[in-house]
């Protein structure tokens, strides 16, 4: 099994920067997928930024594109996302997942993830 921890969440202006990290532990290993998902009020969770453990796959969601970084740790087992230029339209619940699989399997699906964190708030006003 593996749990996931995430932190760094609040509250911020427009133009404004969060970073999050999730924090991994248990049976996390190599050859995992793992991102950065949101779920804003009403509307379904989407996937924001997604990486392969491996390095070899990087996904962003067109609307974050240049905006959004995320980075990893593999040796503190650490997940991370650096959020600038944050608008409105980007506060939501923010959630880390992982699954197991190889970096062409990783894909955007919230469905295809089995490890998720508590979420943390990101709100943009």
């Known amino acids: 099994d593996v749990q996931l921890v995430e932190s760094g969440g609040g509250s911020v202006q427009a133009g404004g920067s969060l970073a999050l990290s999730c924090a991994a532990s248990?049976?996390?290993?190599?050859?995992?997928?793992m991102g950065w998902f949101r779920q804003a009020l009403g509307k379904q969770r989407e996937g924001v930024a997604i990486i392969h453990t491996s390095g070899r796959f990087i996904y962003y969601l067109d609307s974050v594109k240049d905006r959004f970084t995320i980075s990893q740790d593999n040796d503190k087992k650490t997940l991370y996302v650096q959020m600038n230029s944050l608008k409105p339209e980007d506060t939501a619940m923010y959630y880390c997942a992982a699954r197991f699989g190889t970096w062409y399997s990783c894909g955007n699906s919230a469905d295809a993830y089995t490890y998720w964190g508590q979420g943390t708030q990101v709100t943009v006003s």
């Open positions: 248990g049976a996390f290993g190599s050859g995992m997928c």
